[in-house]
């Protein structure tokens, strides 16, 4: 069974970067898409983006400037960086994933969700 | 971007009945609409799939219908477990996808 796990700091001063990690277990990272979802307080589920295995991106435009996401094969665990963030980055933040091979359109597994809070 | 509006905010249904929910996009998106279930504590739990398919390990009491530009997610016999949030997520071809903002079902 595949499971997703989100790790990072809960905390993050405003302006600053905001990186977290997903690590894939009872599966391989190979052939799927990695997604990177948040829900701020309150609100609806946000999509951020998604990365192919092989490193190729599909960003969410309202936030592409800020965005950088990586993958390491290796390790089974893909990744997330928003700079300059605000208190409008608060959010739990899931990592989740396809249940079909190369594609990025509904999501199956998904990570218990990591709170992320911006404050000084 | 597509924007996704779900209707009503809340439900309040009592156990045993039937609760229908809506959803909307503002454009044509065929059959490109999921929903989930979203319960406290827990991460989205896909009920639905390509409108009207069920996902892994849903009931048969959850249904999904519609295309285009509305569809609607019916519980038949809801049980203590869905009650719930349940959004509708669009992946039509133009990125990103979104989601509506929810509709709580809650005991009556």
């Known amino acids: 069974q595949v499971q997703l796990q989100e790790s990072g700091p809960g905390l993050v001063k405003p302006s600053e970067t905001l990186s977290l990690t997903c690590t894939v277990s009872?599966?391989?990272?190979?052939?799927?898409?990695w997604t990177w979802i948040r829900q701020p307080p309150g609100k609806r589920l946000e999509w951020i983006g998604s990365i192919y295995y092989t490193g190729t991106t599909r960003l969410n435009p309202s936030l592409t400037s800020r965005l950088t996401m990586s993958v390491d094969t290796s390790k089974n665990q893909f990744s997330l960086s928003v700079t300059s963030v605000t208190a409008a980055d608060t959010a739990v933040y899931y990592c989740?994933?396809?249940?079909?091979?190369?594609?990025?359109?509904?999501?199956?597994?998904w990570g218990q969700g990591t709170l992320v809070t911006v404050s000084a | 971007e597509t924007v996704v509006t779900q209707s009503p905010a809340t439900l309040s249904v009592s156990p045993g009945d039937r609760a229908t929910l809506s959803c909307r996009t503002s454009?044509?998106?065929?059959?490109?609409l999921a929903w989930y279930q979203h319960r406290p504590g827990l991460p989205p739990r896909l009920v639905i799939y390509?409108?009207?398919t069920r996902a892994i390990g849903i009931p048969a009491r959850f249904s999904g219908s519609g295309s285009g530009t509305e569809f609607t997610l019916t519980i038949n016999g809801l049980q203590s477990e869905d009650f719930a949030v349940y959004y509708c997520?669009?992946?039509?071809?133009?990125?990103?996808?979104?989601f509506g903002q929810g509709t709580k079902v809650e005991i009556k």
């Open positions: 989740a994933r396809d249940l079909r091979p190369h594609s990025d359109n509904w999501y199956y597994y």
């Open positions: 009872g599966g391989s990272i190979i052939n799927y898409y």
């Open positions: 390509e409108a009207s």
């Open positions: 997520e669009q992946y039509s071809i133009y990125l990103p996808w979104t």
């Open positions: 454009q044509s998106i065929g059959s490109a």
